[in-house]
């Protein structure tokens, strides 16, 4: 009996220890709730912009990763404007303002049900004083005259965060 009880003890600590705490993000006067891991800091900027930050990574980790999700609110939003008509428009922009910009996927889905774009490209930023290579996720979808638009930030070749990321971005439901 005790060995058994021992066993299940080896077997089942290793999941516990590893389970990751999140949280639920949601704010009357934001238009989406979205889960998050315990160990990530959320803050809600100007304009009703929410960034969720990475935990560092150690010492010499200088970049936090992030999401940030901002809604924007129009009547020709999914009415006049559909998403598959303004993608060419976005990649466009995105080309002209980011440097080496590097289109890598252009991926259609469906988030709470409606139509949505995920852009995945590089390109370089300038921060802090410093060229920097980054690797961008981001998803576009028109719902009830809003545009989502969430981004997914992180190092070029770093991808500690990315499964997270993926949770944090599919637990996402407009309000």
């Not at 410093?130 to 690797?135: D, H, I, P, Q």
Request: aromatic residues 14%; hydrophobic residues 40%; proline residues 2%.
């Amino acid at each position: 009996m005790t060995r058994t009880f021992y066993l299940l003890l080896i077997l089942v600590l290793p999941c516990v220890s590893n389970a990751q705490s999140w949280k639920i993000f949601a704010d009357t006067g934001i238009a989406f709730t979205a889960k998050y891991p315990a160990s990530w800091v959320n803050k809600v900027k100007e304009e009703k912009r929410v960034f969720f930050t990475s935990p560092s990574d150690g010492e010499k980790d200088d970049f936090r990763e992030n999401i940030n999700i901002s809604v924007k609110t129009n009547a020709a939003y999914g009415t006049e404007l559909k998403i598959k008509e303004v993608v060419s428009t976005v990649i466009e922009s995105l080309k002209k303002s980011i440097d080496n910009f590097n289109l890598q996927a252009e991926n259609y889905f469906k988030w709470n049900n409606a139509d949505a774009v995920e852009l995945i490209y590089g390109g370089t930023y300038d921060i802090n004083g410093t060229s920097t290579e980054v690797r961008i996720t981001q998803w576009f979808c028109f719902w009830n005259t809003k545009l989502y638009t969430a981004t997914y930030t992180a190092l070029k070749g770093v991808n500690t965060h990315d499964e997270t990321a993926k949770k944090i971005l599919k637990s996402i439901l407009f309000k």
